[in-house]
């Protein structure tokens, strides 16, 4: 089983930044891609960002420019910087990781409980 914990959420002005942390913990499994995905008050869920194993990095529309993904594979973390954040960015937001088993080569996604981020005009 694979733990998926995010923290850093928060009241923040507009123009201001958060940084959003997400930890997986547990043992035997490999994590592939991770993500950020957020929802809204009266919201479907939406990506927000993606990072591959490698680095490689994707942003939704609504957050480029001013969301960076990163992530620690030693550590099996991965970080979302926000900054310049609007209104519109408030949300719950869920860290996604993809995971292999050593007994299952098989992909599994794990969700976080998600984080309240609140902007204010």
């Known amino acids: 089983q694979v733990h998926v914990v995010e923290s850093g959420g928060g009241l923040v002005q507009a123009g201001g930044s958060l940084r959003l942390s997400c930890a997986a913990s547990g043992s035997g499994f490999s994590i592939y891609d991770m993500g950020w995905y957020r929802q809204a008050p009266g919201k479907q869920r939406e990506w927000a960002a993606t990072?591959?194993?490698?680095?490689?990095?994707t942003y939704a529309d609504a957050v480029r420019g001013r969301f960076t993904i990163s992530r620690n594979n030693a550590e099996n973390t991965v970080l979302l910087q926000m900054n310049s954040l609007k209104p519109d960015d408030t949300a719950v937001y869920y860290c996604k990781a993809i995971v292999s088993f050593s007994t299952n080569r098989a992909r599994y996604q794990y969700w976080g409980q998600g984080t309240q981020v609140t902007v204010s005009s």
């Open positions: 990072i591959t194993p490698g680095g490689i990095t």
